[in-house]
């Protein structure tokens, strides 16, 4: 069967190439060593190129410097950190907790994809994966399950990717207390007096206001006995 199989091969050789089938598979393996050599010159250039290239962007980018606790600090202050200042660190909370993002410079700091969450507690845009203005908030009410969701899966992935520098203080809402509407009312004797005083009825006779006593009925009757 094999040796069939090989006369068949050689007779198709012979028909469509015109070759020997030795002159053949010399003039393959020819060809073949020939791509090798090429696609190893040029492969190793293209290699050596990005190579060094990377080199060059690792010796531009400089070394990344230890987190710096801050503490408790206001929204107003985190602005500060939002990766335009290169001798600051890059800073991005959830749910006002703050983390540095420093190392991911590529993706939330200046033009980065994610650059407008730096410098914010950006909760609420998170949980709704929006970009607008308005979202960009630590506040998260009226937020639906899946979005408290999605928040808390960021909050997971900066948690054990992050280091935690500090916390947003919560802005306090002054209490005013209501003002009062008028002068307490005094009562005088003058307000007593007209109180108790008989009016005239249509009939001509006088009509007394009812006083209020603190006899009871059984003081009265206790009385009449």
Do not use: C
Not at 58 to 79: D, H, S, W, Y
Not at 87 to 106: C, H, N, T
Not at 173 to 187: C, D, F, H, M, Y
């Amino acid at each position: 069967m094999a040796v069939q199989l090989w006369e068949t091969l050689k007779e198709a050789i012979v028909a469509y190439t015109g070759f020997s089938p030795s002159t053949f598979f010399t003039v393959l393996a020819l060809l073949f060593a020939v791509y090798y050599v090429v696609t190893g010159l040029f492969g190793s250039s293209d290699d050596h190129h990005h190579r060094h290239r990377h080199v060059e962007e690792e010796e531009e980018m400089p070394p990344l410097r230890p987190p710096v606790q801050l503490g408790e600090i206001t929204a107003e202050e985190l602005k500060a950190y939002d990766g335009t200042d290169p001798e600051k660190p890059l800073l991005m909370a959830i749910k006002a907790q703050i983390y540095d993002v420093s190392q991911s410079r590529m993706f939330y700091g200046p033009g980065g994809p994610y650059a407008l969450f730096a410098g914010k507690d950006a909760s609420r845009a998170l949980a709704k994966m929006s970009f607008e203005e308005k979202d960009l908030t630590g506040d998260i009410s009226g937020l639906g399950p899946f979005e408290l969701d999605a928040l808390q899966d960021w909050e997971y992935k900066f948690m054990s990717k992050y280091v935690k520098v500090g916390t947003v203080k919560s802005e306090e809402v002054p209490v005013t207390e209501p003002e009062s509407i008028g002068e307490p009312l005094e009562s005088t004797s003058r307000d007593i007096d007209a109180a108790a005083k008989p009016t005239d009825t249509e009939d001509g006779k006088l009509e007394t206001p009812a006083v209020k006593s603190d006899e009871t009925p059984s003081n009265v009757d206790a009385d009449k006995e």
